[in-house]
DNA sequence: GCGCTAACCTATTCACTTG
DNA sequence: CAAGTGAATAGGTTAGCGC
């Protein structure tokens, strides 16, 4: 195969930027002081016998090859070290690894890849979890005010109407938002009321990077 | 401002592995 | 042998740099 478009495996002393756009909460990585004016060279590859040559190198003879688990080893660990390569890193793996400095670039961006999908993977456990925490508090209010609503009318039936509607308002609990202002949650909004004023279930993939998730610990590197 | 370049990304392809 | 996995490719976006 012909050449590609410019890519990484042309060693510049580019300084790597900061992804801006959507997403950004996982672009978050570690992006201070990228490739700081790094000389590349090409490194001499395969000098070990063990690296494997892709086909676009090898004239389309070799097949692909998966990488050893002495080489997924290293990377691995170089990859829990910081998650993105600069160029002196990756011209240092290639050539402990036998690999091409390419295949070594390639790898890294499978492998964030693979990290921002078990991320996601994570985060949506995460907001299912509040999901549900918020559902059952939201039974348990819609239940009680219910009660209270048969109480009320009960007691109306006693004679007590102009008590009670002094104190609930001109009406009787229409709503569990209602009945939350009415009753015992007289400070401001309810949880379910700002949940329904945030359209809940409209957080988009931009809201990341504002959604606090107290008890989300994410793992440094996982997978 | 525009073109070039080199990073990055997502989506996809393709070959290898596994049940 | 189909499904899953991972290495590699294709094509797009972004931003720095020189003109």
């Known amino acids: 195969m012909e050449e590609q478009k410019a890519m990484d495996w042309h060693y510049t002393t580019k300084?790597?930027?900061?992804h801006p756009d959507t997403l950004g909460f996982f672009y978050n990585y570690n992006n201070n002081n990228r490739y700081p004016g790094v000389e590349m060279k090409e490194a001499t590859m395969l000098e070990t016998g063990e690296g494997s040559i892709p086909a676009m190198y090898n004239g389309g003879k070799e097949k692909k090859k998966r990488l050893t688990s002495n080489q997924l080893e290293l990377l691995e660990r170089s990859f829990?070290?910081?998650?993105?390569l600069d160029p002196e890193r990756k011209m240092k793996l290639s050539r402990e690894l036998g690999l091409q400095p390419r295949q070594i670039a390639v790898w890294f961006q499978n492998r964030r890849t693979r990290w921002k999908t078990k991320q996601l993977e994570h985060l949506y456990d995460v907001l299912k979890h509040q999901y549900d925490v918020i559902s059952s508090e939201k039974q348990k209010l819609q239940e009680e005010v219910m009660k209270l609503k048969a109480m009320l009318s009960k007691e109306q039936g006693f004679g007590t109407y102009s008590r009670y509607q002094e104190i609930s308002g001109v009406e009787t609990v229409e709503s569990t938002?209602?009945?939350l202002r009415g009753s015992n949650k007289g400070q401001g909004k309810s949880k379910i009321e700002q949940v329904a004023d945030e359209g809940f279930c409209?957080?988009?993939v931009e809201d990341y990077n504002t959604v606090s998730v107290p008890f989300c610990q994410w793992p440094v590197a996982p997978y």
């Open 15 to 18: 300084p790597f930027l900061p």
């Open 80 to 84: 829990q070290e910081e998650i993105k």
């Open 177 to 179: 938002s209602e009945g």
């Open 202 to 204: 409209c957080l988009s």
